[in-house]
C-alpha cells in the first residue's frame, strides 16, 4: 500500500516538472520569437530612414537606388499588410496573398541586387545598370499596388452593399414602427361614412313623418278621455356616471 501511494506520488511529480518544463520552454521561444520581431522591426526602421536620407540627400546612382529600394520596401509592405488585414475576413485573399507570396520573393532578389550595386565602386556601370533595375521594380512595385488596392477595393464594396441592405432593412422597419400612417386615414374616412350614414337615416325618416302625421302627433299629445297623461320619467341624474367625474365618497357619521 505505502509503495502503490509513493509510486504515484512520484508520478505526480514528475508529471509537474515535465508541465513546468513545458511552459519554460514554450515562454522562452515566444519572449526570442518577440525579441527577435522587436529586432526586426527596429532594423527595416532605421534602413528605411537610411534610404530615406540617401534619396533626399544624395544626387546620382546612389540616391537613385536608394528611391528604388524605398520605393519597393514601402509597396510590399503595404500590401502585404492589406492583405493579411484582410485574409480574415474573406477567405478569397488567400490566392492573392499565395501570389504576394511569390511577388515577394522577386522582390526580395531585387533588393539584394540593389544591395549589391549599391556597393559596387564602378559607378559608370551601375548607372548603365539602373534602367533595367527601374523596369524590374515599377514592375514588381505595379503588382504589388494592383493586388493592394483590389483588395481594398473588394471590401469597400463588400461595405457599401452591407450598408445598402442595412438601410433597406431600417427602411422597413421604420415604416412598420409607423404603422398608424397608413391605416389611421382609412379608419377614420371608414368611421365619418358610417356616421353619416346613420344620422340620415333618421333625419329623412322624420322629415318624411313631419307634413302627415303633425296632427296626429299633436293630437296623441293630447290626454286621452277618462285617462292620465303619460307620465315622462326624465333619467336620474345620480344614477348617471361620467368618466371623468371622480367616485363620491361614502358619507361617515359621527
Given at each position: 500500500m505505502e509503495a502503490t501511494i509513493i509510486t504515484i506520488m512520484a508520478l505526480l511529480f514528475l508529471s509537474f516538472v515535465a508541465?513546468?518544463?513545458?511552459?519554460?520552454?514554450?515562454?522562452v521561444k515566444a519572449a526570442k520569437r518577440g525579441v527577435d520581431r522587436t529586432i526586426d522591426q527596429a532594423r527595416r526602421t532605421v534602413e528605411d530612414t537610411t534610404l530615406r536620407a540617401k534619396s533626399f540627400g544624395q544626387a546620382g546612382t546612389a540616391g537613385e537606388l536608394a528611391r528604388l529600394r524605398l520605393s519597393l520596401r514601402t509597396s510590399m509592405r503595404a500590401t502585404q499588410e492589406a492583405l493579411q488585414a484582410g485574409v480574415g475576413e474573406d477567405a478569397s485573399l488567400k490566392e492573392s496573398l499565395q501570389l504576394f507570396h511569390r511577388l515577394s520573393a522577386h522582390g526580395l532578389e531585387l533588393d539584394?541586387?540593389?544591395?549589391?550595386?549599391?556597393?559596387?565602386?564602378?559607378?559608370?556601370?551601375?548607372?548603365?545598370?539602373?534602367?533595367?533595375?527601374?523596369?524590374?521594380?515599377e514592375r514588381i512595385t505595379s503588382s504589388a499596388d494592383a493586388l493592394r488596392r483590389a483588395a481594398?477595393?473588394?471590401?469597400?464594396?463588400?461595405?457599401?452593399?452591407?450598408?445598402?441592405?442595412?438601410?433597406?432593412?431600417?427602411?422597413v422597419e421604420a415604416g412598420a414602427l409607423r404603422h398608424w400612417t397608413t391605416t389611421g386615414p382609412e379608419t377614420t374616412s371608414g368611421t365619418s361614412g358610417t356616421a353619416g350614414a346613420s344620422g340620415t337615416v333618421p333625419r329623412a325618416a322624420?322629415?318624411?313623418?313631419?307634413?302627415?302625421?303633425?296632427?296626429?302627433?299633436?293630437?296623441?299629445?293630447?290626454?286621452?278621455a277618462g285617462g292620465e297623461p303619460p307620465a315622462i320619467t326624465a333619467p336620474d341624474p345620480r344614477l348617471t356616471s361620467y368618466p371623468w367625474e371622480k367616485s363620491a365618497r361614502p358619507e361617515t357619521t359621527t
Open positions: 508541465l513546468g518544463i513545458y511552459a519554460t520552454v514554450k515562454a539584394d541586387d540593389l544591395k549589391r550595386i549599391e556597393r559596387e565602386p564602378d559607378r559608370a556601370w551601375v548607372a548603365g545598370q539602373l534602367p533595367e533595375l527601374t523596369a524590374r521594380t481594398r477595393e473588394r471590401a469597400l464594396r463588400f461595405a457599401e452593399d452591407d450598408l445598402s441592405s442595412l438601410s433597406d432593412q431600417i427602411d322624420s322629415g318624411s313623418s313631419a307634413p302627415g302625421g303633425q296632427g296626429a302627433a299633436s293630437g296623441s299629445s293630447r290626454p286621452a
